[in-house]
């Protein structure tokens, strides 16, 4: 069987992976895969059972039966819609920390593997190319200086009405970027062979197509809808 062609999209917090991902997926007509939000979905599904992030175990055995159901483009656990609890800044942070559990990554991983179909799949997250798929035909790290992605995240939570404080929300990246980067299994680093794009002072359309060029050079034979 002809291996299924992935892209890989790695970066810290707010550097525009999720919206770049889904804008690439859509051009190629691929799927999708935020894991992220498993890794959303394994820490408020602790808190849920009233398990302590800090008990590595049962937090893993969580992880290992996890109630999830995608439907309609929304994420239920079990019979509760949770599309918009997960995506929090609280969640964010809970994530980072289940996410630093090697028995909790062990058992995302073949979960995550099991997204790649065809006609291709872009994956988003921190250790796409690194550790969950090393063979992936294209990837990319996009990174952008912590100021400029809570300036960023600033902007967008405040489209959505919510209050919040920049300086805060810079010591949270900040933070979070520290914990992702430095954790013993899969820390959040760019493959040797992916194309690091630094999109501080770009906007999306720029970095959209420079990942289309990418694609393109990588999969000649890869129609990108445009
Ligand atoms: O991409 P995100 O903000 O939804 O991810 C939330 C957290 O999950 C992030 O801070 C680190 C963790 N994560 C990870 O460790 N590995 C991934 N492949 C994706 C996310």
Known sequence: MPEIPILAIDGPSGSGKGTVAAR??????????D????YRLVGLAALKSGVNLNDHAAVAEIARHLPVRFESGKVFLGDEDVSLEIRTETAGNNASKVAAIPEVRAALLEWQRSYARPPGLVADGRDMGTVVFPQAAVKIFLDASAEERARRRYKQLKDKGMDVNLPGLIAEIEERDRRDRNRKVAPLVPADDAL????????????VDLVL?????????????E
């Open 24 to 33: 690439v997926a859509d051009a190629l007509g691929w799927h999708i895969l």
């Open 35 to 38: 894991s992220g939000a498993l």
């Open 196 to 207: 690091v794009i630094d999109s501080t002072s770009m906007n999306i359309d720029e970095v």
């Open 213 to 225: 060029q990418a694609v393109r050079k990588a999969l000649p034979d890869v129609g990108t809808g």
